[in-house]
């Protein structure tokens, strides 16, 4: 399985030093093959390729411009050979700005508690915007990933969507890649995206009355505001664990639910 | 037949048709998800055996059954469904909730598309808990509910429009 683009693997990446790296007898440290798709991208997209990376044996990630976008698709297809369309979606790169007070009441437990800057609703959660392989400048990210059978390789591309909420438009794929058109009217509905040229953008999964975009950062969990997480009452001991620590977390776990309930 | 309009009969048939009543129900599946493959497991398998219980679970349509086991999430698209499904059956009308995700929306009471709790929708007779429940958790509680139909006035179960027998 090829490992996604993500700030969490990124830096796991970057904390391993590069002669640990070479020293594990899989390691490759150049991959041709990917290489080379990559210069052949390069050389017909020109400065349009705005970024890359490679995880050698693994994947490579392209981050194009946004007007590029469809330009980059047809490349991918007609002169990379990636026949396969695998996915398209979006990511919204911006820190939760309800801080951690999402978190359950076991995270809680097993992370510490947040400080109160944090906790508050709106307040500076301030963890640095992530943007993941091949950079990004904005808080909004494409993604797309073609696969080439013949050649055994994928390559995710990606493209900066802008800052603004309600500004968000892509050219559409489903010209090059039919099967970009369910995708496409997920990422509609779930982050609020506008392809211009979809054929048929309406709701996929959520009822067509749903107010919102589910995936978007700011997009509250109202239950779980009204609600403390209830399945701790049910923890039980793992086995071999000490039971007297776990009862006393759990009491605490049982306050902070009363506590919070209350207010 | 008379005797049986909206399930109205003297006493001693009504004893006797709750016993007839309680060994046929057939019982239309709703499979929604994981807790599904259970409920398979519980009717076609020939460890657990459900229809020893008299229970049949093959009617072609929701307007041929007497019992709906609804086992799996019910999204908040699919609801509307769900109860107009339910609406097409004829009365008197069971309802078993199986599973966490029936019950009250189980490990996703905090999604943004999933309906919390069948109840929420419809009248449930009896809730199967567990994540998901073994089968032999289904097949207790179709002998709750058929402890509950022994003892019931039909006329009583009776919600929707009367039955006219020309």
């Not at chain 1, 359950?104 to 400080?115: C, H, N, T």
């Not at chain 1, 906790?119 to 696969?147: K, M």
């Not at chain 2, 497991?41 to 055996?49: E, M």
Request: some cysteine; proline content about 8%.
């Amino acid at each position: 399985m090829s490992r996604l683009s993500s700030a969490d693997s990124r830096a796991t990446s970057e904390e391993i030093p590069a002669t640990e790296a070479a020293d594990t007898e899989e390691a490759i440290e150049v991959d041709e093959a990917r290489e080379d798709l990559l210069a052949d991208l390069r050389a017909e997209l020109g400065d349009a390729l705005v970024d890359t990376h490679i995880d050698p044996g693994r994947e490579v990630w392209a981050r194009v411009s946004l007007e590029s976008w469809v330009a980059a698709g047809t490349f991918a297809r007609d002169g990379l050979a990636c026949h396969f369309f695998d996915f398209l979606s979006a990511i919204d790169w911006m820190p939760s700005p309800f801080g951690r007070d999402m978190n359950s009441q076991e995270d809680l437990i097993v992370d510490g508690a947040p400080d109160s800057a944090a906790q508050a609703p709106g307040g500076a959660a301030a963890d640095e915007q992530a943007t993941g392989y091949a950079g990004g400048d904005t808080r909004f990210q494409l993604l797309a990933r073609v696969h080439a059978p013949s050649r055994g390789l994928g390559l995710i591309l990606k493209a900066d969507l802008g800052d603004d909420p309600d500004l968000l438009r892509a050219a559409t794929w489903v010209p090059v890649y039919a099967g970009a058109a369910w995708h496409e009217r997920e990422a509609w509905e779930m982050f609020g995206i506008d392809f211009e040229g979809h054929p048929n953008l309406i709701h996929l999964y959520l009822p067509g009355e749903f107010e919102g975009h589910p995936l978007r950062k700011d997009f509250p969990l109202l239950s779980r505001r009204v609600k403390p997480w209830p399945g701790i009452v049910d923890v039980e001991p793992m086995p071999g664990e000490d039971e007297a620590t776990v009862d006393t977390s759990e009491a605490d776990a049982n306050e902070d639910a009363t506590e919070a309930a209350a207010e | 037949m008379g005797l049986v309009e909206s399930g109205k009969m003297p006493k001693p048939m009504t004893k006797l048709l709750n016993l007839s009543r309680k060994y046929s129900l057939w019982m239309y599946q709703w499979g929604l998800a994981c807790c599904g493959i259970e409920m398979g497991a519980a009717l076609a398998s020939p460890r657990y055996d459900m229809m020893r219980l008299g229970v049949i679970p093959f009617p072609a349509s929701p307007r041929q059954a007497d019992l709906i086991v609804v086992s799996g999430t019910i999204t908040d698209k699919m609801a509307p469904s769900v109860r107009r499904l339910y609406e097409q059956m004829p009365d008197p009308k069971y309802v078993i909730s199986m599973g966490s995700c029936t019950n009250c929306g189980g490990p996703y009471w905090d999604s943004y598309s999933v309906t919390k709790g069948l109840d929420q929708i419809i009248p449930v007779d009896v809730y199967i808990p567990g994540c998901p429940p073994r089968p032999e958790a289904l097949l207790d509680a179709i002998a709750m509910l058929q402890a509950q139909i022994i003892d019931e006035d039909p006329a009583e179960r009776w919600k929707g429009e009367p039955l006219v027998v020309s």
